[in-house]
């Protein structure tokens, strides 16, 4: 390899829009994300998943006019 034409390899600070922040390794001072392990639905997991399932059953029932006695 030739020497002098490769860029600087430096601890990276990664800022997610969500507040999270962590170090990795690359040749940029500073990353900002819009979604990382911490906010990302599909890491966040069931406790989101179940809350909005419940949310379609509500809509579905007050659509129907159902209640909870009838069924």
Do not use: Q, W
Request: include cysteine.
């Amino acid at each position: 390899m030739r020497k002098n034409i490769h860029p600087e390899y430096v601890d990276t600070k990664v800022i997610c829009a969500c507040g999270n922040t962590f170090t990795v390794k690359s040749n940029k001072e500073e990353i900002h994300l819009e979604v990382c392990d911490k906010c990302h639905p599909f890491y966040v997991g069931g406790s989101n998943k179940s809350a909005s399932k419940a949310g379609r059953i509500e809509k579905f029932n007050r659509k129907y006019g159902l209640n909870k006695k009838e069924a």
